[in-house]
């Protein structure tokens, strides 16, 4: 069994492409190292799966790839993140990574007898929707990012629907844990806490927010991927639904440390709260998710503590 994991030096990435490993799968992983934070965290991340004989590593822009291997399941987690830099002219970078790379990807796998494409989907394509956000919701993105992860899920349909290429795609809900990217809240705010700085808040903090832990988003991809199910949409969302308030709450008691808050002006693009109807992926995948806040919190402090060497 042969694997394609793009992204795969990422936050979410590297996690799936080590349980890959551990079950014994041949992984090819693909990543360009773009500059969106620090190439040396992402070669931490993927420091045990370079030792592993299982694994191949492909340093390469998708937009620059001819071919791609012949695998029999294709996990494409690659992508340009942020919210909030998704606006004005840094558009085109998201319209280039997050829609041009999975078009030229389904592509050529829609010539190759695959067993599955999985895609790496967002809660952002449902803007400030009715909660819970159910998968027949009416998708509103309110920021450019949503709006590309919105046309990537549309691609993976639409080369289903014509051309049979076996795609499911799982929106995550504000995935969290070990290897956490240093630009998102929990990895700042554990940041800050611990070195006696200021935490920004953009609002007021009562927006709320479903967390999801990492070990379960790579479950329901794998459970995902082995399914016969195709064409189809799933949330994946941890159920500790809080607000970005009862967080640093939460965080001030584990750390022991008392967080120094200040808020300023809502950013463009932020919806207002998120919250995932799992019924779906629960009933058709078996997947429900098993970490909760507290217990996904405790862990990412400890491994944030293990790897910046805090006391």
Known sequence: MRILVTGCAGFIGSHLVDKLLERGYEVIGRDCFMDYYHREI???????ALKNNNFKLI????????????????????????????????????TRNNIEAIQKLLEFYKDRKIKKFVYASSSSVYGDAELPMKEDSLLKP????????????NLCYLYWKNYGVPTVSLRYFTVY???????MAIHKFVKAILNGDEITVFG???????????????????????SEIEGEVFNVGGGSRISVNKLIELLEKITEKNAKIKYIEKQKGDVRDTLADTSKI???????????????????VEWYKSLYKHI
């Open 42 to 48: 992402k070669e931490k991340n993927i420091e045990n």
């Open 59 to 94: 340093e390469e822009d998708i937009m620059n790839m001819d071919n791609f291997p012949e695998v029999n399941h294709v996990f494409h987690l690659a992508a340009q993140a942020g919210v909030r830099a998704s606006w004005g002219k840094s558009f085109e970078i998201y």
């Open 142 to 153: 309110v920021s450019p990012y949503g709006v590309t992860k919105l046309a990537a899920e």
């Open 177 to 183: 844990g070990p290897r956490q990217r240093p630009d």
């Open 204 to 226: 007021d903090g009562t927006q709320t927010r479903d967390f999801t832990f990492i070990d379960d988003v790579v479950e329901a991809n794998i459970l995902a991927a082995n």
């Open 282 to 300: 629960s009933n058709e995948l078996n997947w429900k998710p098993k970490v909760k806040i507290k217990e996904g919190l405790k862990r990412f």
